[in-house]
């Protein structure tokens, strides 16, 4: 009985040390995706943000041409800017990915845009986006929520 | 005798028009610049606040104010703000009790008052949402020459918007300017000596 219960203790901390070493990093082809964060929401707010890096280790250009997620009615990408203490945000309909090239998607600029949440995103659960190339295809990653104030992610590579 | 009436009028009339001309000049050039003078900033204003009450400049009387602007569908620097906000109350402590955030919908169209309650008691219920009818909002934001414009996205819609904190004295009158990229500590350090005076 009490070796039973020492391990299910061991197979629970194993399990926790396992996730929190966890690192988010995939891959499709010669595209490699880091580090993919969102934010959480309050109740009342109905978008939510994705951010993460592309890298191309290809020597041909590739492009992200959709997003895609079951937490919202919609994915697009957006981009933002604070510029002269004004804030502008505006569609962007694909992310060109040059050879050789990273192109992050990071607060105040390029990020992926949860429009119509079905419910408020709580920090430490993860969602799926599915994120389709012209070239590459589709992959679906797995996007781990950080707290309300978080600029970046909390498990860098 | 009337010539000399007549030449009276015209030269009232001619400082008019110059002093007219140089109003409006400097106010192009304020706009053109970005620049406004202290004394232009903030001034009456008649909202409805986050229980669907009818509230005027008067109900903020009397207390250190952060008046800022905002809408509840914006993704990065509405709740950034807002919760940079929150932390600075907590930094503030018993000082921040002279203090009222009060965050202003751009978007009054979605952001009823049960939406702005929800909202910004999310991140600190001493800070008050205010709303209004399009008209009231765009007296507002005149009143504090905060910008914001409407942007078409396929069906739906964006606001691009001023990102600026205004500091507003007790008395109502404009005191200083906090910055969306401030950090909490950095704002609770501008607000203490401001707050310390009374």
């Known amino acids: 009985m009490i070796l039973r219960d020492m391990l299910g203790g061991f197979l629970a901390l194993f399990i926790a040390v396992a996730s929190a070493g966890q690192t988010h990093h995939y891959k499709l082809g010669p595209l490699q995706i880091d580090d993919p964060w969102s934010r959480a929401t309050v109740s009342a707010a109905p978008n939510g943000v994705v951010y993460l890096t592309i890298k191309n280790t290809s020597t041909a250009p590739d492009k992200l041409i959709d997003v895609a997620s079951p937490v919202s009615d919609q994915a697009q990408v957006h981009d933002m800017k604070v510029e002269g203490d004004v804030s502008q945000m505006w569609l962007v309909g694909s992310v060109e990915l040059p050879p050789g090239r990273t192109v992050t998607l990071a607060p105040n600029g390029l990020h992926i845009m949860l429009l119509g949440l079905k419910k408020p995103l709580e920090a430490a659960q993860t969602f799926p986006v599915t994120l389709t190339f012209e070239k590459a295809g589709s992959i679906t990653i797995d996007v781990p929520v950080e707290p309300l104030g978080a600029t970046g992610p909390s498990q860098g590579s | ?198």
């Open chain 2, 1 to 198: 005798m009337k010539r000399g009436l007549l030449l009276a009028g015209l030269v009232i009339a001619a400082a008019v028009f110059v002093t007219s001309v140089a109003v409006l000049l400097l106010e192009w050039r304020a706009h053109e610049t970005g620049q406004t003078t202290a004394a232009d900033i903030g001034g009456p204003f008649s909202l409805t606040d986050q229980d669907g009450k009818k509230v005027t400049d008067a109900d903020y009387a009397g207390q250190w104010k952060l008046v800022f602007f905002g809408f509840t569908y914006c993704p990065e620097v509405c709740p950034t703000t807002l919760n940079r906000i929150s932390l600075t109350l907590k930094a503030l402590g018993p000082l921040a009790d002279k203090l009222h955030p009060l965050f202003i919908t751009v978007d009054p169209e979605r952001d009823t008052p049960d939406v702005m309650k929800s909202y910004v008691s999310a991140f600190d219920k001493r800070i008050t949402g205010l709303t209004g009818t399009p008209a009231e909002i765009d007296a507002v934001a005149k009143a504090y020459h905060a910008f914001y414009q409407k942007v078409p996205q396929g069906n739906d819609y964006t606001m691009d918007h001023s990102t600026l904190i205004y500091v507003m004295r007790p008395d109502g009158r404009y005191e200083t300017l906090l910055r969306y990229d401030d950090s909490p500590a950095e704002m609770a350090e501008k607000l203490k000596p401001l707050l310390q005076q009374g």
